[in-house]
């Protein structure tokens, strides 16, 4: 999730720091654009592995809360392109093109149908 975040970031382009192990190997730089490949949404979520239920009580399933959140972020990336002088109608054309790759296994009402 936070290598996600940082892909859709909207004022940077650091690089993720990525340290392993016990502290002792090296650490190293990832390109935030490698989170493409595993979108939150496809993750094993500990809800759903306990059937939503905690004991005997119902629990909210957690792609609901990150759906939204991925969401909320994925559309200030697009509003932020908009948003410029001199709007890149490719970049936007590209963000737009990843929303369902980005949403796929999350659930978000606020989504609008592609």
């Given at each position: 999730m936070e290598l996600h975040a940082l892909l859709l970031a909207r004022h940077?382009?650091?690089?993720?720091?990525?340290?392993?192990?016990?502290?002792?190997?090296?650490?190293?730089?990832?390109?935030?654009?490698?989170?493409?490949?595993?979108?939150?949404?496809?993750?094993?979520?500990?809800?759903?592995?306990?059937?939503?239920?905690?004991?005997?009580?119902?629990?909210?399933?957690?792609?609901?809360?990150?759906?939204?959140?991925?969401?909320?972020?994925?559309?200030?990336?697009?509003?932020?392109?908009?948003?410029?002088?001199?709007?890149?109608?490719?970049?936007?054309?590209?963000?737009?093109?990843?929303?369902?790759?980005?949403?796929?296994?999350?659930?978000?009402?606020?989504?609008?149908?592609?």
């Open positions: 940077t382009d650091t690089p993720a720091i990525v340290v392993r192990g016990d502290g002792n190997q090296a650490c190293s730089m990832m390109a935030a654009a490698s989170a493409l490949g595993n979108t939150p949404g496809l993750g094993e979520f500990t809800c759903c592995q306990r059937n939503h239920m905690i004991g005997n009580k119902p629990i909210k399933c957690d792609k609901e809360v990150i759906g939204s959140v991925v969401w909320k972020m994925l559309k200030k990336r697009l509003d932020s392109i908009l948003s410029k002088k001199n709007e890149s109608l490719l970049e936007y054309r590209a963000w737009k093109a990843l929303v369902s790759h980005e949403m796929r296994g999350l659930t978000c009402d606020e989504v609008p149908p592609q």
